[in-house]
């Protein structure tokens, strides 16, 4: 019996090593659970439809994902980081750091973030102003600064009803966030005046700017570090709820929520695509230049994903609700290129 | 004195010669309140499983059927040779059948109006499997050949009832008119519900596909994952214990190895998780999100488990047992092989078996090294593979299908659950014929 277990460990430990040296032969992706749907369909296709395996798509935020994009180079390190905002400056530089100093930067395409709440409720007509004065913590009250004392939406807007505020927003490792902040939350509080009122109570450009980013903390508004399920669980736990999602992940759902306008504009990828829906962003993946060649199918898969059949109008990704990128020839011609971020610069 | 025995006698008292004081009754009767106690926390428990266990079937079950469209396609060489040309290979079988599948129905006579979107709105992703079938057997080209496939997940909502007529809203998912379509061909018996056998021997797919996603694979990476804490932790484990409980001297030392033992088996998963990724994926370099690395963590953290309950199995064999052989001249080491192990066997099984599957339902430390996500690489193409290619496993899968936005994965990852479960019967049914085997009287 012991014998056998001896064999048994040691067969083990021979695995172990002899993994060990063995080259990783699948892409690996982690990052944005916005764009993490599409980065699966995509994955999911690009398995069925060439000879590489298919890739490993992780999801768990942005933020989340870059950093660890930005580990350094190697096997032991992700190919791909998913994300719904833009690289930030200080992420290229503990990048540059790690020795991940050639990142190839890829649009697939935009989303439209929509706010919905439970389907038998109010229909909503928002605008930023609205939102500021639900959620800010400091508000505009007759010409003075206050502490946000609105509760209830109809507080906040004639219009609706004495409904209690419950906002669930994505958590500050989504991407998502940031874009709600600065296009709900920032816009709302220039329109209401707020900006200025700060800046006329003394504080600098850059700082009223800063805080008219700032969300209430007395748990009116709640933040989900999840996923959109988790959003639309609270709202339907919570029939009060209003909830930020991706415009896809709505579309899906139709049976239990309603959408709101927002100044007035129904979000669709029609809207979004022309502009006229005023929450709307990019969505990227960046590529560590360093493993094409290294990993196999790393290059392609990135071709495969912006090609027209897939990221085009027509293509799967637009079919589940991905606003196509107008300029997509020019992301495919950059990554035929292996155009790395700040060359041009 | 005779009268008096022919008087009859008094009536003999019923109860017993004890007569209940107030006190004694006191004391029954916390007696029987506190067996009303127990026995309704049991009925309890077994309300909560019973309500536990319906749900998850209720819920579940629907994940083992799916909607299929049944018919005959043939494929030419020449479509096979250009559809292998283009970029998007599916995409171009799919039209193919779209097309073919819409002769057939303009032929049949059908009062519906239709177009192809439409026939497009109500199929699945069924390029995948076309491909897949035809590289796999060239034999079938210009053949017919007889294809169930997948609907779309909004066409499988309606016959499960998960879509009404009522609640359905136009999109281009699907028309409200398709729904007339949906039911003439159900009607001819083009539509039709069937097993599900890629739920079973799938591997994940697209958000946009719940009809080719399977657990499939998932099941094979936790079989692996499950060897590998078996292979490891179980000699490991039961090898520390013996040294510990039978060998080690009683000092400072070893009450500090108890110590720090008993405190790792309260250690939470995620810290596992993250000395996982630190020491055999940076540091160690293996793979990442493969079964091997998982197995690793999960050894780890069922390791403690392991020693505390082989300890305590190994403590509960009687010292005499351990005299006698000793008494009769058997060393050490042969006192233990050959007599308190195997008298410990059955509860070193029973606490493997509990650690196994503590380990088999872990998500959280395969958050940090990769296997949850979208892992679809399907089976591993070999014994060493199976270890080092990427794999999810089965609560990582179910965990995935739980937070995507079409409903129907919803549904699968309660179907997840109903495998894991079945998975963890066997398993369990294993360790008890096991026990059987070991088990010894004296």
Redesign the interface.
């Known amino acids: 019996m012991s014998f056998v277990k001896l064999t048994a460990s040691a067969l083990a430990i021979a695995t172990v090593s002899a993994t060990a040296a063995a080259a990783r032969d699948n892409v690996q992706v982690a990052g944005s659970s916005t764009v993490l749907p599409y980065a699966s369909i995509v994955a999911e296709l690009f398995g069925d439809n060439t000879d590489f395996p298919t890739p490993v798509v992780e999801s768990g935020g942005s933020s989340a994902g870059l950093k660890r994009f930005c580990e350094g180079v190697g096997e032991n390190t992700i190919d791909v980081a998913n994300a719904s905002r833009a690289i930030r400056e200080k992420e290229i530089k503990a990048c540059a750091e790690n020795g991940v100093t050639e990142i190839i930067e890829v649009r697939i395409g935009y989303d439209g973030i929509v706010f919905a709440s439970d389907i038998n409720g109010f229909n909503f007509e928002f605008t930023p102003s609205d939102w500021f004065n639900a959620l800010a913590p400091k508000i505009l009250v007759d010409g003075q600064l206050v502490d946000n004392p609105n509760t209830t939406w109809d507080q906040v807007n004639d219009a609706f009803p004495a409904q209690p505020i419950a906002a669930f927003i994505p958590g500050t490792k989504h991407g998502t966030r940031e874009v709600f902040e600065e296009k709900v939350i920032a816009a709302g509080c220039e329109a209401t005046g707020a900006f200025e009122a700060m800046q006329a109570a003394g504080m600098s450009e850059d700082d009223a700017e800063d805080a008219c980013l700032a969300v209430r903390t007395d748990g009116l508004s709640v933040d989900i570090d999840g996923d959109y399920t988790e959003t639309l669980a609270r709202i339907q736990a919570n029939k009060d709820g209003i909830g930020v999602f991706g415009l896809a992940f709505y579309e899906n759902n139709t049976d239990k929520l309603q959408v709101a306008t927002m100044s007035g504009v129904v979000p669709t990828t029609e809207t979004i695509a022309e502009g006229v829906y005023p929450v709307s962003r990019p969505l990227f993946f960046y590529v560590k230049k360093a493993h094409i060649g290294v990993i196999p199918g790393l290059k392609e898969f990135a071709q495969f994903f912006v090609a027209d059949e897939i990221a085009g109008g027509e293509g799967p990704l637009a079919q589940y609700g991905l606003v196509a990128d107008p300029e997509l020839a020019a992301t495919q011609e950059a990554v035929d290129g292996e155009v790395v971020m700040g060359k041009d610069m | 004195m005779t009268d008096a025995t022919a008087q009859s006698p008094e009536p003999r008292k019923q109860s017993s010669l004890i007569s209940s004081d107030a006190r004694t009754a006191k004391r029954n009767a916390a007696e029987k309140r506190f067996r009303a106690y127990g026995l309704t926390a049991i009925l309890m428990g077994l309300a909560f499983l019973v309500v536990l266990f319906v749900s998850i079937v209720r819920s579940g079950m629907p994940a083992f059927t799916r909607t299929v469209v049944d018919v005959e396609f043939v494929l030419t060489q020449e479509q096979f040779d250009a559809s292998e040309k283009?970029?998007?290979?599916?995409?171009a079988y799919s039209n193919l059948f779209i097309a073919e599948l819409q002769d057939q129905l303009t032929a049949s006579g059908l009062s519906i109006d239709f177009d192809a979107k439409a026939i497009e709105r109500l199929l699945g992703k069924v390029?995948?499997t076309l491909?897949?079938h035809y590289k796999a057997n060239a034999a079938d080209l210009g053949k017919p050949v007889q294809f169930e496939l997948a609907a779309s997940s909004r066409v499988d909502g309606y016959f499960k009832g998960r879509?009404s007529r009522d609640?359905?809203?136009d999109?281009?998912?699907l028309m409200l008119s398709d729904l007339d379509l949906v039911d003439a061909l159900e009607e001819v018996g083009i539509i039709k519900q069937a097993f599900n056998w890629t739920f079973v021997t799938g591997?994940d797919?697209?958000?946009?596909?719940p009809g080719?996603a399977g657990i499939g694979a998932s099941v094979v990476g936790s079989f692996f994952m499950m060897i590998?804490v078996l292979?490891?932790s179980?000699?490991?484990g039961v090898a520390a214990s013996i040294y510990l409980e039978e060998f080690a001297p009683q000092n400072r030392l070893t009450d500090l190895i108890e110590v720090n033992i008993s405190n790792l088996a309260a250690v939470p998963s995620i810290v596992f998780g993250i000395l996982g990724l630190a020491v055999f994926?940076?540091f160690?370099?293996?793979?990442?999100?493969?079964p091997?690395v998982g197995g690793?963590v999960l050894t780890l953290m069922t390791l403690p488990t392991i020693i505390i309950s082989t300890r305590a199995s190994l403590k509960s064999v009687p010292p005499s047992i351990r005299d006698a052989a000793l008494g009769v001249g058997a060393s050490k080491m042969q006192a233990v092989?050959h007599h308190v192990l195997p008298l410990a066997m059955p509860g070193i099984l029973t606490g493997t078996i509990i650690g196994l599957a503590q380990a088999l339902g872990e998500t959280a430390p395969l958050l940090l090294i990769?296997m949850?996500?979208?892992?679809?690489?399907?089976y591993p193409e070999g014994i060493?593979a199976g270890?080092?290619?990427?794999n999810s496993a089965m609560p990582a899968q179910i965990y995935t299908w739980?937070?995507?936005?079409?409903?129907s994965f919803y549904e699968k990852a309660w179907g997840g659950i109903i495998v894991l479960l079945a998975f963890l019967l066997t398993m369990n049914i294993i360790a008890i014929i096991l026990r059987r085997r070991f088990e010894r009287r004296w």
């Open positions: 283009e970029l998007f290979k599916t995409k390029g995948g491909r897949e879509v609640t359905l809203q999109s281009r998912f591997a797919s697209g958000v946009d596909n080719g590998v292979v490891l179980l000699p490991i994926i940076q160690m370099h293996l793979p990442q999100s493969a091997l690793l092989f990769g949850v996500g979208f892992v679809a690489r399907g060493v270890f080092t290619e990427a739980a937070a995507r936005a079409d409903v």
